[in-house]
Structure formats: structure tokens, C-alpha cells
């Protein structure tokens, strides 16, 4: 069964830093890994999709990556802001079945 | 993107009523969709996977004649918590997939906060 975790749980961090969420997977047999952000009390909003044969994915200010060899996907914010205070959490597809991380939840300092 | 309506975002209700949620694709056709449920500062717990014209497949776990689920069309599914006690308190989730056999994306909806009396 697929086990995905997500590392830190939770991350502080001032105004105007880049930071790194990490997501970490048992099973590399993926279809895809979305990422995903939920504010407190609302459903979640999908950030990025990538792709099994992908290597990573970009929007605005945030790039994903995945190396499924090493089970890991991580997501990296860049010159976050206040706004970008929200929990971020990691799904993988493996075709049958959607499994969710853990989660982290994100505090950017003004 | 496509969009997921889930109806109501919230509900009080006293203890042995039932509640029913709608989960709707507005803009596509949901042959699967997902019903989860979430406890404060959790990730999502999946209950179970609604397909439409038949029966939903249910987690281990999950009683299937307290949480019942119909998904008559492919743009309505629905949840309904029958005779609700306070242990069913939480937020409800649902989500579609994206109809593109390619994409695979899965949308969700904003989510019921439940509370039971």
C-alpha cells in the first residue's frame, strides 16, 4: 500500500523567503502527483499536476518537481507572501486510487 | 479548469436527523467521484468512490447504511449521514476527476462542516 508522507509538518517563515515542501512516497508505480492548498474550513485548490513521465512542472511562482526512483516530490515556493499561508498537501495517483500526504502547514511571516 | 459545487459549505444539525450534501460537476461529466472526510489539522480520509449508475465502493471502515451515497447522474452525487451523532462531526470533501483520460486531475469541491448537536 502506498504510504505518502510530508515533511516538515509545519513551516514558519518570514516574508520574501523561498522554501522547499517535501512529499515522500513508497511505491514509485504513479500515474501522476497533484499538488494541492487548502485554506482553513475550504475544500482544496490544485496547484500542479505531474505528469509519471515528468520530471517537474512550473506556475507563477511555483515549481514541483517529482523523482520517483528516490519516491520523492517536493514543491518550491518562491519570494513567498502572507497570502501563500495555507496547508499544501501532496496526492499521488496510481491509477486505481488518489493517496493524500499528511500535509504541511505554511505560515509566511509579514 | 473544471469546477466542482459542493452544497452546503455548512450544516448544524441535532442529533438522529439526517443530512444530506450534493456534490456537483458544472462544467463536466463525473463518471467517478470521491467522497472524504477530514478532522482538524488531518489530511483527507477517503470514505468512498461514488460511480455513477451503480453502487459506491466503500473503505474499510465505513459504514455503508450510515453514510449512504447516490450517484444517479454524472453531474450529481450525493452524501447523506443518516441519523447523525455528534462523533459524525467533521468537514466533508468531495471531488471529481477531470474527464480527460490523460490528465487525470482531480478537482474538489469546497467542503460541508458538519456539526451535530
Known amino acids: 500500500k502506498q504510504e505518502v508522507t510530508q515533511i516538515p509538518a509545519a513551516l514558519s517563515v518570514p516574508e520574501g523567503e523561498n522554501l522547499v515542501l517535501n512529499c515522500s512516497f513508497t511505491?514509485?508505480?504513479?500515474?501522476?502527483l497533484q499538488w494541492f492548498r487548502q485554506d482553513p474550513g475550504k475544500g482544496l485548490t490544485s496547484l500542479l499536476l505531474?505528469?509519471?513521465?515528468?520530471r517537474e512542472q512550473t506556475s507563477g511562482r511555483l515549481n514541483a518537481s517529482l523523482d520517483k526512483s528516490s519516491g520523492r516530490s517536493t514543491l518550491y515556493i518562491a519570494a513567498s507572501q502572507p497570502g501563500d499561508s495555507a496547508t499544501y498537501l501532496c496526492?499521488?495517483?496510481?491509477?486505481?486510487?488518489?493517496?493524500f500526504g499528511t500535509g504541511t502547514s505554511l505560515t509566511v511571516i509579514p | 479548469g473544471a469546477v466542482v459545487s459542493q452544497h452546503p459549505s455548512w450544516v448544524i444539525c441535532k442529533s438522529g436527523t439526517s443530512v444530506k450534501i450534493e456534490c456537483r460537476s458544472l462544467?463536466?461529466?463525473?463518471?467517478?467521484m470521491f467522497w472524504y472526510r477530514q478532522f482538524p489539522k488531518q489530511s483527507l480520509m477517503l470514505m468512498a468512490t461514488?460511480?455513477?449508475?451503480?453502487?459506491?465502493?466503500?473503505e474499510q471502515g465505513v459504514e455503508k447504511d450510515k453514510f449512504l451515497i447516490n450517484h444517479a447522474s454524472l453531474t450529481l452525487s450525493t452524501l447523506t449521514v443518516t441519523s447523525a451523532h455528534p462523533e459524525d462531526s467533521s468537514f466533508y470533501i468531495c471531488?471529481?476527476?477531470?474527464?480527460?483520460?490523460?490528465?487525470?486531475?482531480?478537482?474538489f469541491g469546497s467542503g460541508t462542516q458538519l456539526s451535530v448537536l
Open positions: 471531488s471529481a476527476r477531470d474527464p480527460q483520460p490523460t490528465n487525470e486531475k482531480l478537482f
Open positions: 462544467d463536466f461529466q463525473a463518471t467517478t
Open positions: 496526492a499521488l495517483n496510481t491509477g486505481n486510487q488518489f493517496y
Open positions: 505531474i505528469q509519471s513521465s515528468q
Open positions: 461514488s460511480n455513477e449508475g451503480s453502487k459506491a465502493t466503500y
Open positions: 511505491d514509485s508505480a504513479i500515474y501522476n
